[in-house]
T-cell receptor
Framework: GAVVSQHPSWVICKSGTSVKIECRSL??????MFWYRQFPKQSLMLMATSNEGSKATYEQGVEKDKFLINHASLTLSTLTVTSAHPEDSSFYIC???????????FGSGTRLTVV | AQSVTQLDSQVPVFEEAPVELRCNYSSSVSVYLFWYVQYPNQGLQLLLK??????LVKGINGFEAEFNKSQTSFHLRKPSVHISDTAEYFC?????????????????FGQGTILTVHP
């Protein structure tokens, strides 16, 4: 149980274009979704926290206009990288908090390469 | 603010040998502690977590960890490793539910430890 499905698993896009990453909770309602970015050989860095039906809370240094997060329903959260540049190339992972168990479940990640 | 330090970036070990991956944390409030494993180009899988109660926590795949409040540590151990345990391991901390802070729910990760099991 408590599975988060993340798509796409990898994407290559041209510089200047936008890319949308989706995370769906398959068998539970994800009221809170966390978005992380992981550069090669580095740890996961929290980018933002999204709560269903409200605006996302961004961590310091993360551009909210560049990384658009939408959490319009209890089962879907999306991250859109707008006007992507090569330095945005990274591994993006979503995570949902599992209510009542103080646990978290993670998506399988999206490898974004901007050329 | 909370932080996590994994003391070893890489740990090589031979198959069937014991292993310990070290993790220290810093927080001004009560915390929950987690260990995750990540295989290449995949998300994170929970190995075990400490919320409260017994300080020795047993997880999946034969892993266990011990919470030591006085030393602010949460080291991960396995008595006998397999080739399939080769992966990157992350220690993480979350502010406790009753800590009264504003960061409840956010996970802070350590830098990761790459465990390589050699035949």
């Amino acid at each position: 149980g408590a599975v988060v499905s993340q798509h796409p698993s990898w994407v290559i896009c041209k510089s200047g274009t936008s890319v949308k990453i989706e995370c769906r909770s398959l068998d539970f309602q994800a009221t809170t979704m966390f978005w992380y970015r992981q550069f090669p050989k580095q740890s996961l860095m929290l980018m933002a926290t999204s709560n269903e039906g409200s605006k996302a809370t961004y961590e310091q240094g993360v551009e909210k206009d560049k990384f658009l997060i939408n959490h319009a329903s209890l089962t879907l959260s999306t991250l859109t990288v707008t006007s992507a540049h090569p330095e945005d190339s990274s591994f993006y992972i979503c995570s949902a908090r599992i209510q009542g168990s103080f646990g978290y479940t993670f998506g399988s990640g999206t490898r974004l390469t901007v050329v | 603010a909370q932080s996590v330090t994994q003391l070893d970036s890489q740990v090589p070990v031979f198959e069937e040998a014991p292993v310990e991956l070290r993790c220290n944390y810093s927080s001004s409030v009560s915390v929950y502690l987690f260990w995750y494993v990540q295989y290449p180009n995949q998300g994170l899988q929970l190995l075990l977590k400490y919320l409260s109660g017994s300080t020795l926590v047993k997880g999946i795949n034969g892993f266990e960890a011990e919470f030591n409040k006085s030393q602010t540590s949460f080291h991960l151990r396995k008595p006998s490793v397999h080739i399939s345990d080769t992966a990157e391991y992350f220690c993480a901390v979350s502010e406790g539910a009753n800590a009264g802070g504003t960061s409840y729910g956010k996970l802070t990760f350590g830098q990761g430890t790459i465990l390589t099991v050699h035949p």
